[in-house]
T-cell receptor, first 113, second 114 residues
Framework: GEDVEQSLFLSVREGDSSVINCTYT??????LYWYKQEPGAGLQLLTY?????DMKQDQRLTVLLNKKDKHLSLRIADTQTGDSAIYFC?????????????FGSGTRLSIRP | NAGVTQTPKFRVLKTGQSMTLLCAQD?????MYWYRQDPGMGLRLIHY???????AKGEVPDGYNVSRLKKQNFLLGLESAAPSQTSVYFC?????????????FGPGTRLTVT
């Protein structure tokens, strides 16, 4: 079946690194994503990784993919108050004429001073 | 470029009432989607469309209907609203063959059914 799981909450101190973890079940995924949702807003794509890669770095963001364990993580270096949001892990699965995105339940990241 | 817009932003309905949520995109995207977001459950796909005049069921289609008469618009209808349909509804669109299969999301419609 298709399932994406992530923990619901994470609290980190400002300036520390945040690591948000996610596991997925479908090994046929083509892309894996991290979306960010700020309060009262829609989802915004933060970063993505193609399924044949194992790491992607983009400024303060590092995505690690372990295909064998079906584990995806997002590391945010030097976490700031503006990083407070809900982070959704998602995988894209190609089927028939469209791709289907399966979302995790979201991890709420809160920053403490 | 407005991207993906949704109308209305908020709505309160009584059980049994009907309403239509409108999604519009100005990016000439072929694919459009309707999701609902409930606490602790992430986003679940209700219906989607791969082109003008075509629609298909997603994961949780019961109680909803959709139409895609124009490429840029995707309508979600509730014929007889139920309290279980209280949720935040997100529309998204995407372009086939795009490098990352990225979906672009609207700001959401918060619906409460009493």
């Amino acid at each position: 079946g298709e399932d994406v799981e992530q923990s619901l909450f994470l609290s980190v101190r400002e300036g520390d690194s945040s690591v948000i973890n996610c596991t997925y079940t479908d090994s046929s995924s083509t892309y894996l994503y991290w979306y960010k949702q700020e309060p009262g807003a829609g989802l915004q794509l933060l970063t993505y990784i193609f399924s044949n890669m194992d790491m992607k770095q983009d400024q303060r963001l590092t995505v690690l993919l372990n295909k064998k364990d079906k584990h995806l993580s997002l590391r945010i270096a030097d976490t700031q108050t503006g990083d407070s949001a809900i982070y959704f892990c998602a995988e894209s699965i190609r089927y028939s004429s469209a791709s289907k995105i399966i979302f995790g339940s979201g991890t709420r990241l809160s920053i403490r001073p | 470029n407005a991207g993906v817009t949704q109308t209305p932003k908020f709505r309160v309905l009584k059980t049994g009432q009907s309403m239509t949520l409108l999604c519009a995109q100005d990016m000439n995207h072929e694919y459009m989607y309707w999701y609902r977001q409930d606490p602790g459950m992430g986003l679940r796909l209700i219906h989607y469309s791969v082109g003008e005049g075509t629609t298909a069921k997603g994961e949780v289609p019961d109680g909803y209907n959709v139409s895609r008469l124009k490429k840029q618009n995707f309508l979600l209808g509730l014929e007889s609203a139920a309290p279980s349909q209280t949720s935040v509804y997100f529309c998204a669109s995407s372009y086939p063959g795009q490098r990352s299969d990225e979906q672009y999301f609207g700001p959401g419609t918060r619906l409460t059914v009493t």
